[in-house]
């Protein structure tokens, strides 16, 4: 249980264009799910927190407009990466919170690279 | 500012030893902590977690030690397997929803 799945797992786009990314939990309901960047050999680090049917909240220093997420329903959220940059070039993980459990599930990670 | 840290990037171990893998904290309102595990290019999955209101988990050959006196928490692995090897994240988190992670300690086990 507890499968979270994301697609594409690697993109390549051009610079200017935009990507999105879908997060899904298949085996279960997620109210939150999160977005997350991994930079090599750091941490993972926060982007957004997205709470089905209310906007996302973004953590200091990530800009809402250029990661447009949306979280339609309790099994989907999107990330949508605008007008990219090379700079933007990274791994893109989703988590999804089991409803009154603390754990977070992560799905596979996207690659995304921007020439 | 790193609200978790794992101070050791590295660790490699024999096979059947045992693996310790330490974190620390400087936030004293956290009262969960987890350990993900993760393989190049793939996202993490969940390995063990302990609630502050014990000192330790334990699962199979992965025990969870948590001292928060020290703000400290540590992973032990017996026996370590070659399978082990891959990077082991700590996270800790408090009362919203945000995780806060360590950098990560990549651990090999050497068969």
């Known amino acids: 249980g507890a499968v979270v799945s994301q697609h594409p797992s690697w993109v390549i786009c051009k610079s200017g264009t935009s990507v999105k990314i879908e997060c899904r939990s298949l085996d279960f309901q997620a109210t939150t799910m999160f977005w997350y960047r991994q930079f090599p050999k750091q941490s993972l680090m926060l982007m957004a927190t997205s709470n089905e049917g209310s906007k996302a909240t973004y953590e200091q220093g990530v800009e809402k407009d250029k990661f447009l997420i949306n979280h339609a329903s309790l099994t989907l959220s999107t990330l949508t990466v605008t007008s990219a940059h090379p700079e933007d070039s990274s791994f893109y993980i989703c988590?999804?919170?089991?409803?009154?459990?603390?754990?977070?599930?992560f799905g596979p990670g996207t690659r995304l690279t921007v020439t | 500012d790193q609200q978790v840290k794992q101070n050791s990037p590295s660790l490699s171990v024999q096979e059947g030893r045992i693996s310790i893998l330490n974190c620390d904290y400087t936030?004293?309102?956290?009262?969960?902590f987890l350990w993900y595990k993760k393989y190049p290019a793939e996202g993490p999955t969940f390995l063990i977690s302990i609630s502050s209101i014990k000192d330790k988990n334990e699962d199979g050959r992965f025990t969870v030690f948590l001292n928060k006196s020290a703000k400290h928490l540590s992973l032990h692995i017996v026996p370590s397997q070659p399978g082990d090897s891959a990077v082991y994240f700590c996270?800790?988190?408090?009362?919203?929803?945000?995780?806060?992670f360590g950098t990560g300690t990549s651990l090999t086990v050497i068969p």
């Open positions: 936030n004293s309102m956290f009262d969960y």
């Open positions: 996270a800790a988190s408090g009362a919203g929803n945000q995780f806060y």
């Open positions: 988590s999804a919170r089991v409803t009154g459990l603390y754990e977070q599930y």
